[in-house]
């Protein structure tokens, strides 16, 4: 609407807003992660959510491309430095142990479905004869409504606050496998201490390499498939398809993640992304290109979630938040250069072929990387 309606107002000044909410979201996340780790998430997440309706309303009232860049990056900070950060990440993991995949599920499944959903809402209430202002004012009425409220309300910093223990269990939990520790014995592992071992920064180039193959495919999926011969319209299809079954495959890897060990989930998932990847090769026909955008979203959309599980069996509760808050810095480096160096190389070669095989590599390296991640031991837990 912006490039259309202000005629000194470019396409590249508009994504250039994109491009500072997510270096800002980045670099308020390690903070965001130190702050929940020690106030808990009552503070955070309605503050994200007074932050988020403020950036709505700016931008709802923005006339100059200066109000724009303003209410578009406190957004944008708010949602993926805050948000989609430590905050949401660490709710499971204080609260639940057993249970810890299926709610990490739960949560990294409502994030992409929340958004879905709210686009389509916003597009009803377009349609219905609404201006593009007045919508995003609702829309910042309704956060205020649905997360500050809520979230001040409802959250606490973790079930000891109010004298329980993780998944409502009396008594200390046995060792489950050689890659979890018993609950009441997890190792106090600082922030310096994580990211001094060898298996944190296996973690960091296998998040980085894995978002950053993930955010070039999908930004090449609809061109890809319209260059095979699809129509436009099948082509979003199908890229709609990915991403909802991305969003609730989630939940089935969270599931998984309480019967296997995430190292091998997130081993599983980089293999079979790999394989498809190249099938995308071969695609012709709108079923076959469904098909592939069902198994590329279940295999690509388990990582994150099982990252953030990784972490938390590997390093514990004490220091999550700032762990995975300096990890929420990467991932955006890796989600920001994927697709830059993807177009560098299809307009270096003008061949989605070399695109492809070159994602299909990554995969492997990334799965590789995830192999070599064997849990750290603690220095004291050592001794």
């Given at each position: 609407w912006h490039c259309h309606s202000n005629p000194g107002w470019s396409g590249s000044a508009i994504t250039g807003a994109v491009f500072t909410g997510t270096l800002l979201g980045g670099l308020f996340a390690p903070l965001a992660g130190i702050l929940n780790d020690r106030h808990g998430p009552r503070l955070l997440l309605p503050g994200a959510g007074i932050v988020l309706a403020l950036g709505y309303l700016l931008i709802a009232s923005a006339g100059t491309l200066v109000v724009f860049y303003i209410g578009y990056a406190l957004a944008r900070l708010a949602a993926q430095g805050t948000l989609g950060g430590a905050v949401l990440r660490s709710i499971p993991v204080s609260w639940f142990h057993r249970y810890r995949g299926r709610t990490m599920?739960?949560?990294?499944?409502?994030?992409?479905?929340?958004?879905?959903?709210?686009?389509?809402?916003?597009?009803?209430?377009?349609?219905?004869?609404?201006?593009?202002?007045?919508?995003?004012?609702?829309?910042?009425?309704?956060?205020?409504?649905?997360m500050?409220?809520?979230?001040?309300?409802?959250?606490?910093k973790g079930p000891e606050s109010l004298g329980l223990r993780p998944d409502g269990d009396t008594a200390p939990m046995e060792i489950e496998s050689?890659?979890?520790?018993?609950?009441?014995?997890?190792?106090?592992?600082?922030?310096?201490?994580?990211?001094?071992?060898?298996?944190?920064?296996?973690?960091?180039?296998?998040?980085?390499?894995?978002?950053?193959?993930?955010?070039?495919?999908?930004?090449?999926?609809?061109?890809?498939?319209?260059?095979?011969?699809?129509?436009p319209v099948m082509a979003v299809t199908c890229s709609s398809t990915l991403a909802l079954c991305g969003a609730v495959a989630n939940l089935g890897w969270g599931f998984l993640a309480e019967r296997y060990t995430e190292r091998s989930l997130a081993i599983v998932s980089q293999?079979?992304?790999?394989?498809?990847?190249?099938?995308?090769?071969?695609?012709?026909?709108?079923?076959?290109?469904?098909?592939?955008?069902?198994g590329l979203g279940v295999m690509i959309r388990g990582e994150s979630s099982l990252i953030s599980l990784m972490v938390a069996t590997y390093f514990g509760r004490y220091a999550y938040g700032r762990i995975i808050g300096l990890l929420t810095t990467f991932q955006l480096i890796g989600l920001g250069s994927g697709p830059l160096l993807a177009a560098l190389l299809?307009?270096?070669?003008?061949?989605?072929?070399?695109?492809?095989?070159?994602?299909?590599?990554?995969?492997?390296?990334?799965?590789?990387?995830?192999?070599?991640?064997?849990p750290p031991r603690h220095a004291a837990v050592a001794a």
């Open positions: 599920g739960i949560v990294t499944m409502a994030v992409p479905l929340g958004a879905a959903l709210i686009a389509m809402i916003a597009q009803a209430v377009l349609a219905a004869g609404f201006n593009w202002r007045a919508t995003l004012a609702g829309l910042s009425l309704a956060t205020l409504v649905l500050v409220v809520p979230g001040w309300l409802l959250l606490r050689t890659e979890r520790v018993n609950v009441a014995d997890e190792p106090r592992w600082t922030v310096a201490e994580a990211y001094r071992t060898r298996t944190m920064w296996l973690l960091v180039l296998a998040t980085v390499l894995g978002i950053g193959a993930n955010g070039a495919m999908i930004f090449y999926h609809v061109t890809y498939l319209v260059e095979v011969g699809l129509s293999c079979g992304a790999a394989v498809l990847v190249l099938a995308m090769l071969q695609v012709s026909g709108l079923w076959g290109a469904l098909g592939l955008a069902v299809y307009d270096a070669t003008g061949s989605f072929s070399a695109l492809y095989v070159a994602l299909s590599v990554i995969y492997v390296v990334t799965a590789l990387l995830f192999l070599c991640c064997a």
